[in-house]
């Protein structure tokens, strides 16, 4: 029985059309916390050109494999062990990397050495795609997400929606400017940094 995700489920559809504009040059994509392997399943083979490498923490890769398994999807790499705050962080470099759904559960640390790492491993020209909910100049952009953020907290004081403005700086320090920002449906975003070429 494989494991299933709301979260995964919900706007897949938008999150690969942006995925679709945004990776079409691209050939070797990270996820950071493939959770239970949803998202690779379900983008990988509409993106065919790129080679997607799972991670996530030890104790998620049974339900990652068990999906990946399920699909049969050539160009899904089994998933890497990945505590971005204490790695190791995979050694070859990628052009891409994905997360969904990870900033605002992970403590703040976390995101911090997250951005780090993308910015060690991406390539000059690489992209850096995080979907998930976001706060502008600290305000909520719906009521929906600082009901999400009080849940959040209460669960994790540690976790929270984030601050735009806080993991721009972050992209920053990390090398990465900040190239597209996407709406997306209930009151998420896709946000997109980039590493300039050389």
Known sequence: MKPTAESCLQNRAPILAVLREVLAERRRLLEIGSGTGQHAVYFAPELPHLTWQTSDLIENHPAILAWLAAAGAANILPPLPLDVR???????????????????????????????????????????????PFNYGGQ???????????????????SGVRDFEALDELARKAGLGLWRDYAMPADNRTLIWLKPLR
């Open 86 to 132: 204490h790695g190791p962080w995979p050694e070859a470099t990628v052009d891409a990397v994905f997360s969904a759904n990870t900033a605002h559960i992970m403590g703040w640390p976390a995101v911090e050495a997250m951005f780090a790492g993308v910015g060690r491993i991406l390539e000059p020209g690489g992209v850096f795609a995080l979907y998930g």
């Open 140 to 158: 909520y952009t719906a009521a929906s997400n600082s009901r999400f953020d009080a849940w959040l907290r209460q669960r994790d004081p540690a």
